[in-house]
């Protein structure tokens, strides 16, 4: 007899591990056959559908057909950017749109730009919806599973799709984020001034699409974009909060994640306190830490009994529309050069990197020098291991509050977030001098490393549920919204 199946909706590399981490526990618990769809591109796209593939897992391909081969993971698929690729099925206006000479339809694309944006973009919303139906009609899952309900993704649409059929949705996230941090992303982009003609029109219809920061309107995404999603009634009741949407559940990390959610306006019926997969990798590596720390070194060919430093290199954010001027550094190549000296700087620890699941760990070897080593295995895995945790503004430094590790955090752009303002052991500064003689204090004087270590236990159980049962509730809560 055929196990129900569970469609899990995997559109970044942000969400992949914790996705899969999900995927992993529904296939092993006998009950459940997870359907890992790969429906939107993204940098690390061809690794994760190896490991998936490699593991058993059943994948799906953009169009929602199942992948028969292993497919070559050291092969790269092209970046993704916050828009989608191409739709699968092209209309009469963009075919015959293509078919005039270049200069005619530069001229259009100068004329009317924004007209044509949004024509596109509700061709694309139609394309999206057909696909979906054929993916849902085709494998009738008993349940749809994705890590963030964003509007710039089409996971509004699966969630509606889904709906339709009779099928529920749940989120189990993988970041924080809240009107602050969309704002601070986008506030030098000019596709999100709400002064282009197309926003202001936006705005005066929808005005739940408009967020002012600094003095500055924003839209949350450029109209072409969120005008479609309101025709078809799939626009979130809040566009700027993340999860706004209409997924049945969000299964929660933590008391702190509860907290956080509500004080962004979701709904308390829709938080059910799980804990995280995550969690319970965090619970199994910190009551093992000791032996799972010296193997780790035997295998980067580090010296046992050291105490460990563990940092996560920050992410480029120099790639948003208009820049990070805030910054102190003027390129990303620049800024990842001062992290690794100031972490080479550093005596008596064993120092380690853990990457973003953006990045191929192959373009970052370079970095493995004077002692520094980069690590394969998932953050969650590492961070029981360590003695101090070095990041910036990272969602993944709540799992290092959760484990009770000290961690610095550089805001080094300058985001000015206040997810962990009121973390006694979460010392967060944004100089440069500040951050070097925060990280030479706390590397160099055992009893303050201590101190911050005891201020960080102190709120360690509100961060993170360490009982290793975050499974079974996540289960549980499977087969509540699948029956």
């Known amino acids: 007899m055929s196990r129900p199946k569970v469609l899990v909706n995997i559109h970044s590399n942000s969400f992949f591990p914790e996705l899969h981490r999900v995927a992993l526990l529904l296939s092993r618990s006998g009950k459940y056959e997870p359907l890992m769809f790969f429906g939107w591109d993204y940098a690390t796209i061809q690794r994760d559908i190896a490991l998936c593939l490699s593991e058993g897992l059943t994948c799906l391909d953009e169009a ?3 992948m028969p081969t292993v497919p070559d993971a050291t092969s790269r698929s092209a970046v993704s950017s916050q828009r989608p690729p191409p739709p699968a099925q092209r209309h009469f206006i963009i075919r015959t749109f293509r078919k005039l000479p270049l200069l005619w339809q530069q001229k259009i694309k100068h004329a009317y730009f924004g007209f044509f944006l949004l024509v596109r973009s509700y061709l694309y919303w139609n394309d999206r919806f057909a696909l979906i139906r054929g993916v849902i009609g085709t494998h009738q899952p008993k349940l749809i599973v994705i890590g963030g309900d964003l509007v710039h993704y089409d996971t509004a649409v ?12 749940l989120i189990v996230p993988t970041m924080m984020s809240d009107q602050l941090e969309m704002a601070e992303s986008y506030l030098n982009s000019p596709g999100h001034d709400y002064r282009r003609p197309l926003n202001r029109l936006l705005g005066l219809l929808y005005p739940r699409w408009i967020y002012t920061h600094k003095g500055k309107k924003l839209v949350r995404t450029p109209a072409s974009w969120a005008f479609p999603m309101e025709w078809k009634g799939i626009a979130p009741p809040d566009p700027w909060i993340l999860h706004s949407g209409f997924a049945d559940a969000i299964a929660v990390e933590s008391d702190a994640m509860v907290e956080y959610y509500r004080r962004c306006g979701l709904p308390q019926a ?3 306190s799980t804990g ?11 009551s093992e830490a000791e032996s799972l720390r010296e193997n780790l070194y035997q295998r980067l060919g580090l010296p046992p009994g050291k105490p460990m430093l563990l940092t996560a290199l920050p992410p480029d954010q120099h790639y948003l529309v208009g820049g990070r001027p805030e910054c102190d550094f003027a390129t990303y190549g620049e800024l990842v050069e001062f992290w690794m000296n100031s972490i080479r700087a550093v005596e008596g620890f064993n120092r380690i990197v853990c990457l973003h699941p953006a990045v191929h760990k192959e373009d970052w070897l370079h970095l493995e020098r004077d002692g520094v080593k980069i690590a394969a295995e998932g953050t969650p895995d ?14 993944v430094i709540r799992w290092a509050i959760g484990a009770g590790k000290p961690v610095v955090n550089y805001d080094l752009y300058k985001f000015r977030y206040n997810d962990y303002r009121k973390s006694p052991g979460v010392l967060t500064m944004e100089t440069q001098s500040e951050y070097l003689d925060t990280l030479k204090r706390l590397t160099s004087d055992p009893a303050f490393l201590s101190e911050v270590a005891d201020r960080q236990k102190q ?3 509100h961060w993170a549920r360490l009982d290793g049962k975050a499974g079974e509730r996540i289960l549980a809560l499977v087969n509540q919204l699948s029956n």
């Open 64 to 66: 929602g057909k199942v």
């Open 158 to 169: 699966l969630i509606r799709v889904a709906h339709d059929h009779g099928v529920k949705a």
């Open 270 to 272: 829709k938080l059910v």
């Open 276 to 286: 995280s997969p995550a969690n319970d990798n965090l619970a199994r590596a910190l």
């Open 382 to 395: 590492l961070i029981p291991l360590c003695d101090l945790f070095v990041a910036s503004v990272s969602s």
């Open 459 to 461: 709120s360690a159980a």
